[in-house]
Nanobody, 125 residues
């Protein structure tokens, strides 16, 4: 059974940092992309960042470029999202997802094969 387990969410002041982690288990995820989405209250779930299976390629939504960094530990099938210079508008539930890299680049929720349950990030002003 495939499981994606997120951790690292919490409450932080604007300008602060958080590090989210997602551990995948249940199958081998080589050749898949891993990524992060977020859903703020009253809004649709949106793509945040993705990384290819080998870690060579990354993609970010424009609003987080220069502030967030995604990385991957292939030995542990773990993806990390380092979030710096956080803003109140980054407040959301953050979800880990797995998909083919092609679908991860497209960034649509329908293209994801697996989802985690999410971790809440609150950025206070």
């Amino acid at each position: 059974q495939v499981q994606l387990v997120e951790s690292g969410g919490g409450l932080v002041q604007a300008g602060g940092s958080l590090r989210l982690s997602c551990a995948a288990s249940g199958r081998t995820f080589s050749r898949y992309g891993m990524g992060w989405f977020r859903q703020a209250p009253g809004k649709e779930r949106e793509f945040v960042a993705g990384i290819s299976w080998n870690g060579y390629y990354t993609k970010y939504v424009d609003s987080v470029k220069g502030r967030f960094t995604i990385s991957k530990d292939n030995l542990k099938d773990t993806v990390i999202l380092q979030m710096n210079s956080l803003k109140p508008e980054d407040t959301a539930v953050y979800y880990c997802a797995v998909a083919t890299w092609a679908n991860m680049v497209l960034g649509g929720t329908d293209g994801m094969d697996y989802w985690g349950k999410g971790t809440l990030v609150i950025v206070s002003s």
